[in-house]
């Protein structure tokens, strides 16, 4: 990684951003070293264990960001991502695709205090979840510092956007909140119910020309 990030540092010339790898969380470090399936069965069976192994990967993860930030050159002050967001300070999002199979309860018993640690350790962290993980979202809001939250849409795999405008309302109140992969005529049923304080739209058009009448509406809308 070193290597590669050398590599682009040079190529790049102070031409264009160097971003940073993708942020995948402790918990989805850990699901890749156990497996999905194995890991849900360890946080019933061992959930001690699981605790010492997400242990040992925030405190990984913790460690690896710092040192890209220091190796990789801040832009304006702040670093890009695979998102194509820029955020100010050293930061990164980070996820935990993991939490979609689970509860509540067993986000709060097992993985709320290390996504605690991982915002303590960024300096404007913003965290990545999918529309399955918005039944988790009170309990994200919980977390210290936490400043903002994108949900990524997962339909039909997980629910419909309007079905979670009540969480999304949630996250705005304190946080602010970035959609994404949501069609215009999805966001538009809903926006009215929204702040735009805050707010980060980023869907997607199947060509050019539509793009450019979306952006069009978009440039002249009320809230």
């Not at 102070?14 to 999905?36: E, H, I, Q, S, Y």
């Not at 996820?95 to 303590?120: G, L, R, W």
Request: with cysteine.
């Amino acid at each position: 990684m070193l290597e590669m990030v050398e590599y682009f540092k040079q190529k790049s010339a102070g031409k264009c951003l160097v971003g940073l790898p993708l942020p995948m969380g402790p918990g989805d470090m850990v699901t890749a070293l156990r497996g999905p399936t194995q890991i849900c069965m360890d946080i019933y069976q061992e959930p001690a264990k699981v605790q010492v192994l997400l242990e040992a990967c925030t405190g990984l993860w913790i460690a690896f960001f710092q040192l890209m930030f220091d190796r990789i050159p801040a832009y304006q002050g702040g670093y890009a991502d695979d998102y194509d967001i820029w955020t100010p300070g050293r930061t990164s999002y980070f996820a935990n695709d993991v939490t979609s199979m689970i509860s509540p309860q067993s986000y709060n018993e097992i993985f709320f205090k290390h996504d605690c640690e991982v915002v303590q350790s960024l300096e404007t962290p913003w965290m990545h979840i999918h529309s399955e993980q918005a039944r988790l979202i009170p309990e994200l809001v919980k977390i210290p510092g936490l400043l903002g939250i994108q949900v990524v849409n997962d339909f039909p795999a997980g629910p419909s956007l309007k079905s979670i405008v009540p969480q999304l309302k949630l996250v705005q109140k304190e946080h602010c909140l970035l959609l994404r992969k949501y069609a215009m005529d999805e966001l538009e049923e809903i926006l009215p119910e929204l702040s735009p304080e805050g707010l980060l739209v980023d869907t997607q058009c199947e060509s050019k020309e539509q793009a450019q009448v979306v952006l069009e509406k978009w440039s002249h809308r009320e809230w």
